[in-house]
């Protein structure tokens, strides 16, 4: 029975997720702006065999509630075997080229408040000296490409934080591993025009993730081809990346 934070519990990698677990009759602690869809999640893990749900109502971003969070999570479970940060959003690149305050929030949503939150976390698995720690970035943050910098950049800042404090917590026997989806056909991707053979089902990349905490990978491309496709992508010399559109 795993114990389970999950923090953007109603997106669609995270339900896939928890239901998987949910059939092992783990507890979960969901965390996420909408309290009715957190409720219909619970609901829904109930009914699939998890033993215990409990619901936050948090703006990720909004870091001064991180700690009372937390401190809720702790009291509902004792214990958190795996925290899954899974929130954020997919910014329109050209507004926030246009507009320096949505580029700052694209990028809390997308990174900053993500650190805030790992940090935060990164004390208590420190303390419990067990546990891993599950973080969703993208293989958009493996290189600025025009269509989505912005994006990209947040992901790169979470992938290279994830590094440095995978190699922190190693050492204290807490296990961080940095999750890198490509195209996944969720609501946050509707109305994109994405090559149909490269878009994943939510259910596809949620066995991946579970099977990657199981195995303690360190760096987990989702499904496995990205890590492929993104060693081509960074091969391409910058002389010629500037001239291409990706």
Same mark, same amino acid.
């Given at each position: ?37 957190? @409720? $219909?999640?619970? !609901?829904? +893990? ?5 033993? !215990? ?25 004792? $214990? ?14 050209? @507004?926030?080229? @246009? ?5 700052? @929030? ?21 303390? $419990? ?37 995978? !190699? ?25 025009? +994405?090559?149909?053979? +490269? ?20 760096? +987990? ?26």
């Amino acid at each position: 029975m795993k114990r389970v934070l999950i923090i953007g519990a109603t997106s669609a990698i995270a339900t896939a997720c928890a239901r998987r677990w949910a059939t092992q009759g783990s507890e979960f602690f969901l965390v996420g702006r909408n309290l009715e869809k957190l @409720q $219909q999640t619970a !609901a829904d +893990l109930e009914g699939r065999g998890a033993k !215990a749900t409990t619901v936050h109502a948090m703006d990720a971003t909004d870091t001064g509630a991180h700690a009372a969070m937390l401190e809720s999570c702790i009291g509902a479970m004792r $214990q958190v075997d795996i925290a899954l940060i899974a929130h954020g959003t997919l910014p329109d690149q050209q @507004q926030c080229e @246009q507009d320096p305050a949505v580029a700052l @929030q694209e990028f809390s949503n997308n990174g900053t408040s993500v650190i805030a939150l790992l940090t935060l976390l990164s004390n208590h698995f420190e303390t $419990q000296r067990c546990g891993t720690l599950a973080v969703i970035s993208s293989v958009a943050g493996d290189r600025g490409r025009p269509s989505n910098y912005l994006y990209g950049a947040a992901k790169a800042a979470v992938s290279t934080f994830c590094e440095g404090l995978r !190699a922190r917590m190693f050492k204290v026997g807490v296990h961080v591993i940095t999750i890198k989806p490509g195209f996944v056909d969720t609501p946050m991707t509707q109305g994109l025009k +994405l090559p149909k053979a +490269l878009v994943a089902q939510p259910e596809q990349v949620a066995k991946r993730i579970a099977e990657g905490i199981d195995r303690k990978k360190d760096v +987990l491309y989702a499904p496995g081809f990205w890590s492929l496709i993104m060693l081509i992508i960074r091969s391409i010399p910058r002389s010629v990346f500037k001239r291409i559109n990706l």
